[in-house]
């Protein structure tokens, strides 16, 4: 049996636990920079406020309507994630945290000990919310797939109350029949578009389908889609936690930047970013590509990117800021007043796997970025970092509307007053 464990709405959900006056209120988190409206708690749904849209369109309406706005506080969200993930894997051996707000679990030989799902998924709500105060859903299903579409019915279909199970024929009828087949997992957007042109509208016509003819139309992600679906597994756990082929870091300034200097800090704050998350994952980056822009709104719109091949894949980050080092002379253009820039890691290798080169010297320094990441682990991100990033950001995100980081700085610990 799988499991999916799924925070509601889990940036506007972070900001009523340490503000109890604001958790029966409205509330909506903004995007970098303040631009769009990026997490909408069920309340503020009720009321029609969309998700994906600018804060200048809609700023009216949440004023008509009371509704508490607050900027992204990544900092205070990835401490919450952080305890609610320890929390759920008290309730299984075998847990994959798929994002920051989202926890698979897989239950081999549970059968003898767990008699009633629905009360076990009960529980761990019941736990999640007394130790952390966030609100979640939970879904399991004979697959994978077959469990995010249980979370999905846990926390968006009516009748059943943040807990769904998927085991038979009956419960997988009941709740794919009420699923759009947009919302199924690796269904995306075109693909969707296209099987609603042939009437399959919903999950349960999708599972219907003859997997060979949709591997013809499609591809074979697809094909398992509807395997999946009909509690076939063709996801096996590994594949489910299977790690990140490329990962990113990129940003829009708050302000624009014209110097060499400032541009160099934000990328290699950014390439700090992507290392940490490469060595989490336990990878090797063997390509590095380097990317800065202006704002296409701009007069003459400027955009440079430059891909960095390494000789021995690494995750040292000193590395990584020595390669931004070397191409900054071809991304950096006099006169561009930058907006946007980002660092990517396109070309990873596991590390478990990477062949060593007898006549290249090794500089990975694993005990060092070891050491890095356990002290800003410990004592919060950027307590260390690499004396190139700067000290005072004066490209930062805007965030006029930030709350407290009640959890990562020593100013802003709740304080109680008996």
Request: aromatic share 10%; net charge positive.
């Amino acid at each position: 049996m799988y499991a999916l464990v799924d925070a509601v709405s889990f940036y506007a959900s972070a900001e009523k636990v340490f503000d109890p006056s604001i958790r029966n209120k409205p509330v909506v988190v903004l995007t970098n920079n303040d631009g769009c409206i990026c997490a909408v708690c069920p309340i503020a749904r009720r009321l029609g406020i969309p998700k994906f849209i600018p804060y200048f369109q809609v700023k009216s309406l949440l004023e008509k309507h009371g509704v508490v706005v607050r900027s992204s506080n990544y900092e205070l969200y990835a401490d919450l994630s952080d305890r609610m993930m320890n929390v759920i894997g008290r309730f299984c051996d075998n847990q994959y945290i798929y994002s920051i707000d989202e926890s698979f679990l897989y239950f081999d030989n549970y059968e003898s000990c767990i008699k009633d799902w629905h009360e076990y998924g009960h529980q761990i709500r019941r736990t999640i919310w007394k130790e952390t105060r966030l609100p979640v859903g939970v879904g399991f299903g004979l697959t994978a797939t077959l469990s995010k579409a249980a979370n999905h019915a846990a926390k968006k279909l009516s009748g059943f109350n943040g807990v769904a199970v998927i085991n038979n024929q009956i419960s997988r009828d009941e709740i794919l029949n009420r699923m759009d087949v947009d919302d199924v997992w690796g269904i995306g957007r075109k693909i969707a578009k296209r099987l609603k042109l042939e009437g399959v509208t919903n999950a349960a016509q999708l599972a219907k389908q003859n997997p060979k003819n949709i591997r013809k139309q499609f591809s074979v992600v697809t094909e398992r889609t509807v395997s999946e679906l009909n509690g076939i597994n063709c996801l096996s756990w590994d594949q489910v936690k299977s790690p990140k082929k490329e990962i990113f870091s990129t940003r829009s300034f708050g302000q624009r930047i014209t110097t060499k200097d400032e541009l160099r800090a934000a990328l290699v704050t950014h390439a700090a970013i992507v290392g940490r998350k490469v060595r989490r994952q336990n990878s090797l980056i063997k390509k590095l590509m380097v990317f800065a822009s202006n704002s296409p709104h701009d007069d003459l719109y400027y955009k440079q990117s430059i891909v960095y091949p390494f000789v021995m894949a690494t995750d040292n980050t000193c590395e990584m800021a020595n390669a931004v080092n070397r191409v900054i002379d071809s991304i950096y253009k006099a006169g561009v007043r930058f907006y946007r820039c980002g660092v990517g890691a396109i070309e990873l290798n596991s590390k478990t796997f990477i062949q060593s080169d007898l006549f290249i010297p090794d500089h990975t320094n694993s005990n060092v970025m070891k050491c890095l990441d356990n002290v800003n682990h410990r004592y919060g991100d950027s307590t260390l970092k690499l004396a190139v990033e700067g000290h005072h950001e004066t490209w930062g995100m805007r965030r006029d509307f930030l709350s407290p980081q009640y959890t990562s700085k020593w100013r802003d610990i709740p304080k109680i007053r008996c």
